[in-house]
């Protein structure tokens, strides 16, 4: 048990790191935009920014589901990979299907990268709608200038 909660924590720890370093890239990203963006405000011409961001923001989310998956294969928990791939996706996601389980020794890890999961997807979330909040303050003091 105790292989198992460090193994979590490692792996919890290495998701949460590949979530803050992509999520600091876009704000770089995002905030080299924002000029370009408060001069010239169309919706059409700003969909762009959204699409990359949710972009982005998917892949980090697969690639953490891949690090679980990779764990999972590497320590033999479940038989190939596309096992793998799919227990992570549901346990990363809270979705938990029930099909595919880890064995006794294994199943705590199992309920850390759900927790993970929910964090870091709520992490996105709130990432994601600040950009969104921010375009709507745009939109306003654009609509009371005019």
Request: proline letters at 3%; aromatic letters at 16%.
């Amino acid at each position: 048990m105790l292989q198992a909660l460090i193994a979590a924590f490692v792996l919890a720890f290495l998701s949460a790191l590949i979530h803050a370093l992509g999520l600091l890239g876009l704000l770089y990203w995002q905030t080299r935009q924002w000029p370009r963006i408060e001069a010239d405000f169309r919706p059409r011409r700003n969909l762009p920014v959204f699409l990359i961001l949710f972009g982005v923001i998917l892949g980090l989310h697969l690639a953490e589901i891949g690090l679980w998956a990779d764990f999972y294969v590497w320590r033999s928990c479940l038989p190939d990979l596309e096992s793998s791939l799919y227990f992570s996706a549901a346990s990363y996601s809270t979705a938990g299907y029930g099909d595919i389980v880890l064995s006794r020794a294994w199943r705590l890890v199992g309920v850390m990268e759900s927790v993970t999961g929910a964090l870091l997807l709520g992490w996105s979330a709130a990432f994601f709608f600040t950009v969104v909040h921010r375009f709507f303050e745009i939109r306003i003091r654009r609509w009371q200038k005019e």
